[in-house]
C-alpha cells in the first residue's frame, strides 16, 4: 500500500470514530497557556492514527497537535505530520467544517496529504507531482489576478488596518474554522486564497499546502518565504496561500 493510500484509509477510519462523538455531548478540557479546547474525540482519533500509522510504517516520525512532541522525529527522513481534528471548535458547536488533517513529509517537504471532512463527505487528496484531487475529481485553484473584491478566508483580526501599510485593500473576508479546510477551498477555486498572520502550527496547513500547490496555487509565510516542516519549533511565520492573487496579497502586506 502506498503513503497516499495508507493515510487515505486512516483519515476514513478517524472519521467514524470522530463522527461517534459528534452532537454526542463529548467531554471537553481547556489546554494550558490558552491553546484552546480539546475534546475526546480529539485524543480518541490521534490514538487510532498514531497506533495505525506508525505500525505500518514504524520508521517514519510523529508529529501531532495531540501526541507531546519530541525529538526524535528531527532523526528521520519521513515524519507524519497530523492534526487529528482540525476546527474543534466547529466541532464542538456542531458545524460540520471539521477535518482530519494527514501528512507525510520527507526531509522537509510533503509528500502526500489527506484532509478529510467526514460530516460532509469530502476528501481533499493529493500526493507531490501527481496533482490534487477531491472526492477523486481533479481540482484546480480559481483564475482572479486581482486582489480587490477577492474573497479570502481569514480570522477577523487579520484584516485589521496594522497589518496593511498602504491601506486595507478592498478584499471580501469569509471564514470556515478548519485552516486545513481554507486550504482546500483555495485549492478548489471555492475561495481566492487564505492567510493568518500569527504564528501558525504545522500540523494545521502542511497537509493542505501540499493540494493547494498542486492545484496550481502557492503557500508561502506571510513574509513571502518558503515552507519547510518539521521544524524543530513546528511553527511557521503566519501563513499566506492563494492563486493568482498570491503575489498581491504578499506585495500589499509587506
Keep these: 500500500m502506498n503513503d497516499l493510500t495508507l493515510i487515505e484509509n486512516a483519515a476514513r477510519e478517524a472519521g467514524e470514530i470522530a463522527k461517534s462523538h459528534f452532537k454526542n455531548n463529548p467531554q471537553i478540557w481547556d489546554k494550558a497557556n490558552n491553546a484552546g479546547p480539546v475534546t475526546q474525540a480529539d485524543l480518541d482519533v490521534d490514538f487510532l492514527l498514531r497506533d495505525q500509522l506508525l505500525a505500518a510504517r514504524p520508521t517514519y516520525g510523529w508529529l501531532s497537535e495531540e501526541t507531546e512532541d519530541t525529538t526524535d522525529r528531527l532523526s528521520t527522513d519521513n515524519v507524519f505530520i497530523v492534526d487529528p481534528i482540525d476546527g ?62 477577492a474573497d479570502i478566508l481569514s480570522s477577523k483580526s487579520n484584516f485589521n488596518d496594522e497589518f496593511w501599510p498602504g491601506g486595507f485593500p478592498g478584499l471580501k473576508r469569509s471564514f470556515r474554522s478548519s485552516l486545513a479546510y481554507r486550504l482546500c477551498l483555495v485549492a478548489s477555486g471555492d475561495f481566492d486564497g487564505m492567510l493568518t498572520l500569527r504564528p501558525t502550527w504545522e500540523w494545521d496547513v502542511a497537509a493542505g499546502t501540499l493540494i493547494l500547490a498542486e492545484a496550481g496555487g502557492y503557500a508561502t509565510t506571510q513574509k513571502g518565504q518558503a515552507i519547510q516542516f518539521n521544524n524543530p519549533h513546528p511553527q511557521l511565520d503566519g501563513l499566506v496561500a492563494a492563486g493568482g492573487v498570491q503575489a498581491s496579497l504578499l506585495a500589499l502586506l509587506a
Design 88 to 149: 474543534t471548535r466547529a466541532f464542538i458547536e456542531g458545524a460540520p467544517h471539521w477535518a482530519h488533517s494527514l501528512a507525510i513529509v520527507k526531509k522537509g517537504r510533503v509528500q502526500s496529504a489527506v484532509v478529510f471532512l467526514p460530516i460532509l463527505d469530502l476528501m481533499f487528496t493529493a500526493s507531490l507531482k501527481g496533482g490534487a484531487f477531491l472526492n477523486g475529481r481533479a481540482i484546480s485553484v480559481g483564475d482572479r489576478q486581482y486582489t480587490n473584491g
